[in-house]
């Protein structure tokens, strides 16, 4: 009977899955402006990537899987739009505003923000989403802020040399003579890689002991 119901109240309705219809628009707008503020960059070939080649495709596939999921809704049933909460969407919010404002330098009349990179824009942003969940917790943000940091520099900076900012400007003019940036930049990476590790072997390890001081 409570499978019937839902069926018999949207027969008459042109859209069967409200929620999934507006994540799937959503999810095609945001492809769209993406796709709109990368149109002065050069996409390349696969040849010889440019800046804007494997964002472009990332846009793309985001805004077919969200027309897929619209066109779903118009002939599945599903849920109805539901009331959330704002502190999960203000945190994703302010997570990308942070990392666009920080990744690379920039000026507005007096204002000068210093370009802070990947290396620290990207770990910062990861743990203001994190906090999108009441259930975060500070130890786990860090280990994944450490543990996909390093991953996104040694993609987009070592194999695909994507001009993407990925050291602070300040480290960059300060390395001594004869030091290249890939060199720091694996080097970082690397410890990096050992920090996450070292959080996440922490973290297990606390969380086993308190399992067993309840068993206890």
Known sequence: MNEIEPRQRDAGRAIKAPQNFAGGLALAGVAGLALWLLSDLNAGSLSEMGSALLPRALAIGLGSLGLIIAGIALVRHG?????????GTVFVLLSIGFFAATISSWRIGPVNVPGLGLMVSAPFAIIIAGFATPEARLRELLALAFGLTPVCMLMFGDLLNLPIPILPAFLI?????????????????????????G???TERHLSNSTVDGKQD
């Open 199 to 201: 959080l996440f072997a």
């Open 79 to 87: 849920s109805a739009i539901e009331k959330t909460e704002l502190r």
């Open 173 to 197: 003019d300060s390395l001594p003579e004869g030091w290249s940036q890939k060199l720091v930049l694996r080097v970082t990476a690397a410890v990096m890689l050992c920090i996450s590790a």
